[in-house]
């Protein structure tokens, strides 16, 4: 019998871009009961990605619901322990709302949706900056990736949005933004907030004060009416409304996913995580200063772990295609009927036979930044069979994340030769994929470390909510000894030349992928 005493619990809401979680872990951080549900992608035209925003909040829902029961079920006293809920959410993905009605005005455009790819062309060419015009300011370049952008397309081509922004009856939010202002209670005094880390990916906070960028908006011409109030990662910020499961419950942190998963993976000062979702993404804290990058990485928030915590700020590497070209292939070509097939396929042959892919699906991210790239398979020949295919999507995982940390080490101006100390945590669905975390480890040539929990998205927010109501402390939480204890690590074994080959004939692919946007 558990005394009542160790009946604390923590809850976490996980909004992916391709999936819903909620995971409710135990005082020593212990998942005891999870539900996870995927939604509906929307994909109106080639390169356009969207949600629905009802469908998100109702998977929320779901997940609140079911998990609950199923711990409950478990012998969990869930109702009696639980202390408070965090948040954690894709980023960039762009909603707009009606205050009065609640209702959405559009469809929430996704982060990796390029449809504004001619209005970062105009910004380009009217700014005096180009595209790292605003850089100084927020940390990152003018893309279709960022919030800023999105909400200009609205602005531009969606009268309801016109009109609401007219009426002052709009609110622009990122998902949490969404979720805390519908947890809260939406038309009936729902709170309109977002954190540092979302806030940071918009183009419009300044990085340094951690405020929305005055001279951003004006040149922008955003009205700041629209935006919400910018909190710190980990404190009280509410409590659930009625009409929700577990109502009344403090949410209490609030973190963008590769944030979150950067707290879960206990990353400090001069330590990375990369977490293998839809996407991919390397994130290197930098700890309390500002680094910005001279190869095509972005500065970020790391996290604040309270309103008056030190900030922590990261350079970033974003690949927008990781596991979403596993999903193709089973979804869009219909090669493997489920993701854990793929390791077999490519296991069966034993190498590429020299082919090679670019999953350029809605361009390149870091640190190619081309959003006219497209996808493209290289080096077929008569002897290439679907196990060559299944190695080159594996690779091409591999391939972008080590772009990624090639860059974070010229950025550093770290000794190559040094490699081998980088030690590069990993979580994340794909990761259960052991063929793909020992390829990663050959190809950067360093050490791959895979925790038992790999989902520490989920589990840095659990972190930031019971830090800010007590139930950890921050130094139990960055005690990393027990968490890496079990961990998985994958040696790189492959020769070096081989890999030097690899390489080059990757970067030869990659180049390949560039202006194809306009192929028909
Ligand atoms: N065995 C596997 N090998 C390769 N990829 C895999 C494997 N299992 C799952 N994946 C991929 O991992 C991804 C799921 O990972 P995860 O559950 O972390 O994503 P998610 O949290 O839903 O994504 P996001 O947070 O980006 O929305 C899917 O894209 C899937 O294709
Ligand atoms: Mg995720």
Known sequence: MMSIEEDVFIGAIDQGTSSTRFIIYDKSAKPIGSHQVEFTQFHPQAG???????????????????????????????????????????????LVWSKSTGSPLHQAIVWMDVRTASICRRLENE?????????KSCGLPISTYFSALKILWLMENVDAVKEAIKKKDALFGTVDTWLIWNLTGGVNG?????????????????????????STLKTLTIPPEILPKIVSNSEVIGNIAAGWPISGMPISGCLGDQHAAMLGQVCRKGEAKSTYGTGAFILLNTGEGVVQSKHG????????????????YALEGSVGIAGAAVQWL?????????AAELEAMALAVESNGGVYFVPAFNGLLAPWWRDDARGVFIGFTGHTNKGHLARAVLESICFQVKDVI?????????????????????????????????TQADLLATPVIRPVDIETT???????????????????????????????????????????????????????????????
Not at 127 to 135: A, E, K, P, W, Y
Not at 194 to 208: C, H, I
Not at 302 to 309: D, T
Request: charge should be neutral; include cysteine; hydrophobic fraction near 40%.
């Open 297 to 312: 990485l972005l500065s970020t928030v790391a996290y604040k772990l309270g309103p008056n915590a030190p900030t922590n």
């Open 190 to 214: 729902g709170l309109h907030l977002t954190d540092v880390t979302n806030a940071s990916r918009t183009m419009l906070m300044n990085l340094k004060t951690l405020r929305w960028d005055e």
């Open 406 to 438: 090639d860059a974070m080490h010229k950025d550093s101006g770290a000794d190559q030769s040094n490699k081998e100390e980088f030690l590069l945590r990993v979580d994340g669905g794909a990761t259960v994929n052991n063929l793909l975390m020992q």
């Open 127 to 135: 700014l005096s900056g180009g595209r790292t015009h605003f850089v």
């Open 48 to 94: 356009w990605v969207e949600h629905d925003p009802i469908e998100i909040l109702e998977s929320v829902k779901v997940c609140m619901t079911k998990a609950i029961d199923k711990a409950t079920a478990n012998g969990f006293q869930v109702d009696k322990g639980l202390k408070a809920i965090g948040l954690t959410n894709q980023r960039e993905t762009t």
């Open 330 to 338: 089973r979804d869009g070509l219909g090669l493997i009927s489920n």
């Open 458 to 520: 989920a589990l840095g927010a659990a972190y930031a909510a019971g830090l800010a109501v007590g139930v950890w402390k921050e130094d139990y939480i960055f005690d990393s000894k027990d968490k890496l204890q079990n961990a998985n690590i994958f040696r790189p074994l492959m020769a070096e030349d081989l890999r030097k080959k690899k390489a080059d004939s990757w970067l030869k692919a990659v180049s390949r992928s560039f202006d194809l946007a306009d192929l028909s």
